[in-house]
């Protein structure tokens, strides 16, 4: 079953404005990744929170996790037109030992100059 | 420098027509994966080797098989290709546990007439 799920699906914003992406999911985590896809293309990681951090921060994007409310937050900063790609949370859930990690269904994030 | 190499890139085929993708990773990962992802949905995992020990999904047709005749080499055999089963098929690797990020290939476009 789908354990993580981004919100908004589309986004669609000028350049240099912020973007903001949210996950939901259902159970309790180890970590939470994401990852930039874009079209046509593999997935790339961007960057991994484990379940005891609040934020992270890597170049112009900024991670938060709160897993009292089992969300995570992508902001990217300053947006440009190469950020024009699909984003995708990827969960570590705690009870599913050894098993690979879970990908929502993702963002597609839109960028005009 | 290529980590994670797929091909073909395109892959066109017959209906019921057995057809074979490849991977191959630099990365001497212990972990790989064989993903199928179609249109604006998140990538659904396959199956997964972690070294030589094999990880079949529960929801995977058996119309799918994987062989990995060595640490480099994947391979995702499709029995009797269907219409469903046109998709964008990604390879990912991982450096040791399942959870860990996650590096993929450019992914096999596969068509199904």
């Known amino acids: 079953s789908q354990q993580g799920e981004e919100d908004p699906q589309a986004l669609s914003i000028q350049e240099g404005e912020n973007a903001t992406m949210n996950c939901s999911y259902k159970?309790?985590?180890?970590?939470l990744q994401w990852y930039r896809q874009n079209s046509g293309r593999g997935l790339v990681h961007l960057i991994l929170?484990?379940?005891?951090?609040r934020e992270k921060h890597s170049g112009r994007l900024r991670v938060t996790l709160d897993t009292s409310k089992k969300s995570s937050s992508l902001l990217i900063t300053a947006s440009r037109a190469a950020d024009t790609a699909s984003y995708f949370c990827?969960?570590?859930?705690?009870?599913?030992?050894?098993?690979?990690?879970?990908f929502g269904k993702g963002t597609t994030l839109s960028v005009s100059s | 420098d290529a980590m994670v190499i797929q091909n073909p890139r395109y892959q066109v085929t017959q209906f019921g027509k057995p057809v074979t993708l490849s991977c191959s990773q630099t990365?001497?990962?212990?972990?790989m994966y064989w993903y199928q992802q179609k249109s604006s949905q998140a990538p659904k995992l396959l199956f997964h080797y972690y070294d030589k020990d094999f990880n079949n999904e529960a929801d995977t047709p058996d119309n799918f098989q994987s062989r990995r005749p060595n640490t480099s080499f994947c391979f995702l055999d499709i029995r009797s290709p269907g219409l469903g089963d046109a998709a964008m098929y990604l390879c990912?690797?991982?450096?040791?546990?399942?959870?860990?990020?996650?590096?993929f290939g450019p992914g096999t476009r596969l068509l199904v007439l």
């Open positions: 159970t309790s985590i180890n970590n």
């Open positions: 990365l001497n990962h212990n972990v």
């Open positions: 990827a969960t570590d859930p705690t009870n599913q030992a050894g098993t690979a990690l879970i």
């Open positions: 990912a690797t991982s450096r040791d546990s399942g959870t860990e990020t996650q590096y």
């Open positions: 929170i484990r379940s005891n951090e």
